[in-house]
Protein backbone atom coordinates (compact mmCIF):
# COMPACT_ATOMS: atom_id res chain seq x y z
CA UNK A 1 0.00 0.00 0.00
CA UNK A 2 1.15 3.41 -0.60
CA UNK A 3 1.92 5.43 2.71
CA UNK A 4 3.22 7.91 4.71
CA UNK A 5 4.69 7.83 8.06
CA UNK A 6 5.80 10.88 10.29
CA UNK A 7 8.69 10.48 13.20
CA UNK A 8 10.06 12.64 15.28
CA UNK A 9 7.69 14.71 16.85
CA UNK A 10 8.03 15.46 20.61
CA UNK A 11 8.18 17.98 23.85
CA UNK A 12 10.81 20.84 23.38
CA UNK A 13 11.02 24.42 25.42
CA UNK A 14 10.61 27.88 23.57
CA UNK A 15 14.08 28.66 21.35
CA UNK A 16 14.50 24.41 21.11
CA UNK A 17 14.80 22.43 17.64
CA UNK A 18 13.24 19.27 16.47
CA UNK A 19 13.70 17.57 13.30
CA UNK A 20 10.89 15.78 11.57
CA UNK A 21 11.21 12.44 9.21
CA UNK A 22 8.70 11.09 6.82
CA UNK A 23 9.29 8.15 5.24
CA UNK A 24 7.36 6.94 2.03
CA UNK A 25 6.35 3.67 0.74
CA UNK A 26 4.49 2.05 -1.97
CA UNK A 27 4.84 5.41 -4.38
CA UNK A 28 7.40 6.91 -6.57
CA UNK A 29 8.57 9.23 -3.52
CA UNK A 30 10.93 10.90 -6.66
CA UNK A 31 8.28 12.12 -9.00
CA UNK A 32 6.24 14.26 -6.16
CA UNK A 33 6.89 17.20 -4.21
CA UNK A 34 6.46 16.95 -0.82
CA UNK A 35 4.97 19.12 2.01
CA UNK A 36 4.09 19.31 5.73
CA UNK A 37 0.98 20.44 7.46
CA UNK A 38 0.01 21.37 11.20
CA UNK A 39 -3.23 21.62 12.79
CA UNK A 40 -3.19 23.17 16.56
CA UNK A 41 -6.14 22.09 18.51
CA UNK A 42 -9.71 24.13 17.39
CA UNK A 43 -7.93 25.49 14.40
CA UNK A 44 -7.44 24.42 10.53
CA UNK A 45 -5.04 22.34 9.04
CA UNK A 46 -2.43 24.96 7.50
CA UNK A 47 0.60 24.58 4.67
CA UNK A 48 3.97 24.70 6.74
CA UNK A 49 6.40 24.19 3.63
CA UNK A 50 6.87 22.53 0.47
CA UNK A 51 9.92 20.99 -1.44
CA UNK A 52 9.95 20.13 -5.21
CA UNK A 53 10.01 16.52 -6.74
CA UNK A 54 14.24 17.18 -7.00
CA UNK A 55 14.72 19.47 -3.69
CA UNK A 56 15.53 21.82 -6.32
CA UNK A 57 13.08 24.55 -4.64
CA UNK A 58 11.07 24.89 -0.85
CA UNK A 59 8.49 27.22 -0.07
CA UNK A 60 7.53 28.55 3.53
CA UNK A 61 4.72 30.19 5.33
CA UNK A 62 5.20 33.13 6.28
CA UNK A 63 5.37 31.77 10.02
CA UNK A 64 7.72 29.52 9.61
CA UNK A 65 10.55 31.41 7.48
CA UNK A 66 13.77 31.18 8.28
CA UNK A 67 13.43 29.03 11.49
CA UNK A 68 12.27 25.38 9.20
CA UNK A 69 13.81 24.06 6.78
CA UNK A 70 12.77 21.40 4.23
CA UNK A 71 14.73 19.06 2.91
CA UNK A 72 14.26 15.46 1.19
CA UNK A 73 16.55 12.42 0.00
CA UNK A 74 14.62 10.86 -2.82
CA UNK A 75 17.14 7.55 -2.41
CA UNK A 76 16.30 7.00 1.08
CA UNK A 77 12.28 7.81 0.30
CA UNK A 78 12.27 10.85 3.36
CA UNK A 79 11.22 13.94 3.69
CA UNK A 80 12.52 16.29 6.57
CA UNK A 81 11.46 19.23 8.36
CA UNK A 82 14.29 20.68 10.78
CA UNK A 83 12.37 23.06 13.18
CA UNK A 84 14.74 25.59 14.79
CA UNK A 85 13.62 28.32 17.51
CA UNK A 86 10.46 26.89 17.99
CA UNK A 87 7.65 28.91 19.73
CA UNK A 88 4.58 27.75 21.77
CA UNK A 89 2.59 28.88 18.61
CA UNK A 90 4.09 25.83 16.70
CA UNK A 91 2.56 23.42 18.56
CA UNK A 92 0.58 21.40 16.45
CA UNK A 93 -0.03 17.49 15.06
CA UNK A 94 2.44 18.05 11.41
CA UNK A 95 1.60 15.67 8.91
CA UNK A 96 3.12 15.03 5.65
CA UNK A 97 1.48 14.36 2.42
CA UNK A 98 2.51 13.95 -1.26
CA UNK A 99 1.25 16.44 -3.69
CA UNK A 100 -0.58 16.21 -6.77
CA UNK A 101 2.91 17.28 -8.88
CA UNK A 102 6.21 17.79 -8.53
CA UNK A 103 6.58 21.50 -8.33
CA UNK A 104 4.51 22.38 -5.29
CA UNK A 105 1.44 23.97 -7.67
CA UNK A 106 -1.09 25.69 -5.03
CA UNK A 107 0.45 23.61 -2.19
CA UNK A 108 -0.89 25.03 0.72
CA UNK A 109 -3.96 24.13 -0.41
CA UNK A 110 -5.81 20.72 1.34
CA UNK A 111 -6.77 19.45 -2.41
CA UNK A 112 -3.57 19.87 -3.80
CA UNK A 113 -2.16 16.53 -1.36
CA UNK A 114 -3.00 13.41 -1.65
CA UNK A 115 -1.22 10.64 0.50
CA UNK A 116 -1.15 11.47 3.78
CA UNK A 117 0.61 10.19 7.11
CA UNK A 118 -1.02 9.85 10.57
CA UNK A 119 0.80 12.79 12.24
CA UNK A 120 3.58 13.47 14.66
CA UNK A 121 3.11 15.89 17.74
CA UNK A 122 4.95 18.34 18.45
CA UNK A 123 4.78 20.62 22.02
CA UNK A 124 6.35 23.40 22.73
CA UNK A 125 6.35 24.48 26.14
CA UNK A 126 7.00 28.08 27.52
Known amino acids: PRQVVESGGGLVQTGGSLRLSCTAS????????MAWFRQAPGKEREGVSC????????YYADSVKGRFTISRDNAKNTLYLQMNSLKPEDTAMYYC???????????????????WGQGTQVTVSS
Open 97 to 115: ATQSNAYCGSWSLISTSEY
Open 26 to 33: GLRFDGTA
Open 51 to 58: ITRSGAMA
